[in-house]
């Protein structure tokens, strides 16, 4: 039956050229945006998958950079342990030639002394961002590993020890007290000053001994005085100490001005002459402590026997501190090394399930191009068939 109001033919091929121009508009997505799975719609499954893996290869390159700056740090410390290794290394030898007779062992000392300021100067150095690991202390935990299991995520990281070759070392803030200090056992005595405010230093001149020195930081200006052997015989050893202090601070050129307290001894009232708060931070270093300390008392020229003993240790403590380290920066370069093959691993895997088969879509677009030019000519003719009927009635 032939009807002028329902034309199936033509509903056929509107449907067609609907589902074929649905496929041309998936392919052209696919095209322009090089994905097959371009956002939830497409399929919530994989859409879903793909994103939390992409966060995770975010957080993975985060942690390379983390790996990066904490192989940095080791590799500083590393190098400082060798090198100071290379110099007391150097230091045995001239303690071995003083073994002998008919030497100037007081030539040799001058050596000897410039070698132990030379491993001050590297200990003291050998800090990479803030971060000195062969002054002692806590270490440091490197972010390594993002770990993703059944009860969420987690992360985790490496330990890396530190190592103290200090010839000196610091002690809790038992030299500095004061109503302003901080409490007892703190290893840093601070406090800040408003504008116009006064804070103490107070200093106790009992738990220091000549060698020893007081270490402040005034408004970020570092100030240290070192205790000696005529401080600790005066009569008034807190006095004499605190007056040194004092004409520190006044050298330093600082917007503050420094008395005494004469109600306590060795006791200094700073007052901020500034328009701006000044933070006032302070640490007592111990002459006595630290992983090098004995290197202090080495003298070729009082006792090369005793020389010769010591520098065996010294020694040992820098290998041991320099095979420490090497040992946890090549970890460190290992992991760094797995995170960067498991991030390009995790892209290649979601490559495959959101990315489009290029060469796939270009042979749709080409069957879709034709099919589409095929169903305008099968509309176009189921669009004639109703002209047919006129002949019917001629």
Do not use: C, H
């Amino acid at each position: 039956m032939s009807s002028i109001l329902t034309n199936t033919s033509a509903m056929v091929a509107l449907q067609t050229m609907k589902s074929i121009n649905s496929g041309l508009n998936q392919v052209q997505s696919e095209i322009s945006t090089g994905k097959s799975v371009a956002n939830a719609k497409d399929n919530a499954a994989v859409w879903a998958i793909s994103k939390t893996m992409e966060s995770d290869v975010s957080s993975f390159e985060s942690i390379s950079d983390s790996l990066s700056l904490g192989q940095s740090t080791v590799a500083v410390a590393r190098t400082a342990a060798e090198t100071v290794t290379n110099l007391l290394t150097e230091m045995k030898t001239k303690i071995v030639a003083a073994q002998g007779e008919n030497v100037d062992r007081g030539k040799m000392q001058t050596d000897i002394s410039a070698l132990k300021e030379q491993i001050q100067s590297v200990v003291g150095a050998a800090q990479f961002n803030g971060l000195n690991l062969v002054q002692g202390g806590g270490g440091m935990n490197v972010l390594s590993s993002l770990d993703r299991g059944a009860n969420g995520v987690s992360a985790t990281s490496i330990a890396v020890g530190s190592a103290d070759l200090r010839t000196g070392g610091y002690t809790p803030a038992a030299a500095f007290t004061g109503s302003d200090g901080a409490s007892a056992g703190a290893d840093v005595f601070g406090f800040t000053m408003d504008a116009g405010a006064t804070g103490t230093v107070a200093i106790d001149a009992a738990v220091l001994n000549a060698g020893d020195s007081l270490n402040l930081t005034i408004g970020g200006k570092p100030v240290s005085y070192t205790v000696t052997q005529a401080d600790k015989d005066s009569t008034s050893a807190a006095d004499v100490i605190a007056n040194g202090v004092k004409k520190a601070i006044e050298a330093a050129g600082l917007n503050v001005s420094v008395d005494y307290d004469s109600a306590n001894a060795g006791e200094l009232v700073l007052t901020n002459d500034g328009a701006g708060d000044i933070a006032v931070s302070g640490q007592f270093r111990n002459a006595g402590s630290g992983g090098l300390s004995a290197m202090t008392g080495i003298d070729v020229s009082t006792d090369a026997a005793g020389a010769l003993a010591a520098i065996e240790g010294l020694i040992t403590t820098a290998t041991d501190a320099a095979a420490s380290f090497g040992s946890a920066e090549k970890r460190l370069s290992m992991q760094g090394d797995f995170v960067s093959k498991l991030t390009d691993a995790m892209k290649t895997g979601i490559g495959s399930m959101v990315d489009a088969n290029m060469e796939e879509a270009s042979a749709r677009l080409q069957a879709l191009q034709v099919q589409q030019q095929l169903g305008v000519q099968s509309l176009s003719i189921a669009n004639q068939s109703p002209q047919s009927i006129l002949s019917l009635f001629r």
